[in-house]
């Protein structure tokens, strides 16, 4: 399993950053934990036709369910300023106040879409040079987050002796993937996963 953390400014969706996310990565989770608040909630009630809609100062308690690119299914609670407990399916429309950070769990996928590249994957017209290993799954993952967001990127990949130790003098590095920025190593998985949750990836288009 791998974890992304997930931080949402005032007036963000809830249910919609989730569902962005879970396309982004094109894969199966769940949300892990979750701290923060909303200004606007709507979950569905049992038995109910309608959602029902809460406004104010409401203090998310729990967030619980399953993250799919097919779609999401998730339980919230969350306490009014009475401190009475509300409760239901998550709905569209549920807005932060001041911040919500989550941390959403992620199922290792197969590796094997890595051997898949094709001349699409190296623009050689980039800022972004990804470096990857074959077999590696955060390779595969770091490959997923580039394809998602159309930004171009030239991979190239270590299928020989000699590309390894031209990348390990390269950067220094016996690791990867790694991730150059206009010639400039930046690191591996995580500094990229950071760039694409913060939003700093979109600039480099």
Same mark, same amino acid.
């Given at each position: 399993?791998?974890?992304?953390?997930?931080?949402?400014?005032?007036?963000?969706?809830?249910?919609a950053?989730?569902?962005?996310?879970?396309?982004?990565?094109?894969?199966?989770?769940? =949300?892990?934990?979750? =701290? @923060?608040?909303?200004?606007?909630?709507?979950?569905?009630?049992?038995? +109910?036709?309608?959602?029902?809609? /809460?406004?104010?100062?409401?203090?998310? *308690? !729990?967030?619980? @369910?399953? $993250?799919?690119?097919?779609?999401?299914?998730?339980? $919230?609670?969350l306490?009014?300023?009475?401190c009475?407990?509300?409760?239901?399916?998550?709905?569209?429309? %549920?807005? =932060?106040?001041?911040?919500?950070?989550? /941390?959403?769990?992620?199922?290792?996928e197969?590796? +094997?879409?890595?051997?898949?590249?094709?001349?699409?994957?190296?623009?050689?017209?980039?800022?972004?040079?990804? =470096?990857?290993?074959?077999?590696?799954?955060? %390779?595969s993952?770091?490959?997923?987050?580039?394809?998602? !967001?159309?930004?171009p990127?030239?991979?190239s990949? *270590?299928?020989?002796?000699?590309?390894?130790?031209e990348?390990?003098?390269? %950067?220094? $590095?016996?690791?990867f993937?790694?991730?150059?920025?206009?010639?400039?190593? *930046? @690191?591996?998985?995580?500094?990229? %996963?950071?760039?694409?949750?913060?939003?700093?990836?979109?600039?480099?288009?």
């Amino acid at each position: 399993m791998r974890t992304i953390p997930l931080k949402l400014g005032p007036g963000a969706d809830l249910r919609a950053s989730l569902e962005q996310v879970v396309r982004d990565e094109n894969s199966e989770g769940f =949300v892990l934990g979750v =701290v @923060g608040n909303l200004s606007r909630a709507a979950f569905q009630c049992p038995g +109910r036709a309608e959602p029902t809609v /809460l406004e104010g100062n409401l203090e998310i *308690i !729990t967030l619980n @369910g399953t $993250l799919s690119p097919k779609g999401v299914h998730l339980h $919230l609670s969350l306490s009014d300023v009475d401190c009475q407990v509300w409760g239901g399916h998550l709905e569209l429309g %549920s807005q =932060v106040l001041k911040a919500a950070d989550l /941390l959403v769990g992620f199922i290792d996928e197969d590796p +094997r879409p890595l051997q898949n590249l094709n001349t699409s994957d190296r623009t050689k017209d980039s800022r972004i040079e990804l =470096v990857v290993l074959p077999g590696c799954p955060w %390779s595969s993952r770091a490959v997923r987050i580039l394809r998602s !967001t159309d930004i171009p990127h030239m991979i190239s990949i *270590i299928d020989s002796e000699d590309k390894f130790k031209e990348f390990q003098s390269r %950067s220094e $590095l016996s690791t990867f993937p790694q991730i150059f920025i206009d010639g400039k190593l *930046i @690191g591996g998985y995580e500094s990229l %996963s950071e760039l694409h949750t913060s939003g700093k990836l979109t600039s480099y288009k």
